[in-house]
């Protein structure tokens, strides 16, 4: 994938789309076993609204023209993020360039872009994190923590989305010292509570899904949903998020995958058609209207 737009998508063939059953997500480390492997099936309910998780990886400028032509305007995508925000809770991740770029004063170009585009996300009622890469807990923390103090002081985000996350428990205290340092750090407007994304890609290890608010627990080129561990029993089946990419016959089988979902409980999801030879959240999913339709439709019939 391109460097500011580096994201743990695990790049495999599109396989048959299953709604239920075993398989599907995992993240792109060697290391990262599957959590799922003797599991017992525990069945996840649904006890609040649904909401999006959506990569907005783009520029928040895009161009036209050269020289006395030369014009810039909003990108469509976070414009359409920010439209369809009042329908469905909705939070959107943010990568200026593989994490933030550098506080300047006075702000750069790209630190001026992204705290005006942040601006109008907020101003739709979006909550915005900002995206940090961990290496698997590889990285040093001290840069983690570096990248995660950036964004506290010059990009006015609502959280931060650990990218890249191990599976595995004895990694725990490394991504609950990184996300203390969100809790610390960053205070989002308005008396809104600060939030902590984690992408293992996978189940995760209890103690690491304890560090988060939001748990990425698929992301995959694929529809299927994986039976969550017993040893998973007691996190909250709403603070798991599913994104599934290049899904071609989208547009015919996300209703179906979004019902599914809903009815197991997960908390957020996306779903994009995007990632055929690019980067799948450089651009929005063209269904993205649709999406928070049935989302939208989902929440209200249990109302």
Known sequence: ???????AGLWIGLTALL???CGGGGGTSASADSATTGATPVALKRTTPMGVLVPLYGYPL?????????????????TEVAANAAAVPTVAIINPQ????????????????FTQGIGQLHAAGVKVL???HTSYGSRALSLVQQDVQTYAQCYGVDGVFFDEVSNKGSLASYYAAAAATVRKDIQPGSGQAVLVAINPGTYPDLSIAQTADITVMHESADLNLP????????????KFAYLALGISNLTQTQAAALSSLYQQ??????????????????KLSTSYPAQIQIIQALNQSKN
């Open 265 to 282: 409980g997960v908390g957020y999801v996306y779903l994009t058609d995007q990632g055929s030879g690019n980067d799948p959240w450089a």
């Open 227 to 238: 039976a969550a561990p017993a040893s998973l029993a007691s996190y909250p089946s709403a």
């Open 98 to 113: 593989n994490g933030p770029v550098a506080c300047t004063t006075p702000p750069s170009a790209t630190l001026s872009a």
């Open 1 to 7: 994938m391109l460097k500011n737009l580096r994201h």
């Open 19 to 21: 709604l239920s059953g």
């Open 130 to 132: 900002g995206y940090v």
């Open 62 to 78: 895009v161009s036209s023209g050269s020289g006395a032509t030369y014009t810039t305007s909003e990108n469509p995508a976070w």
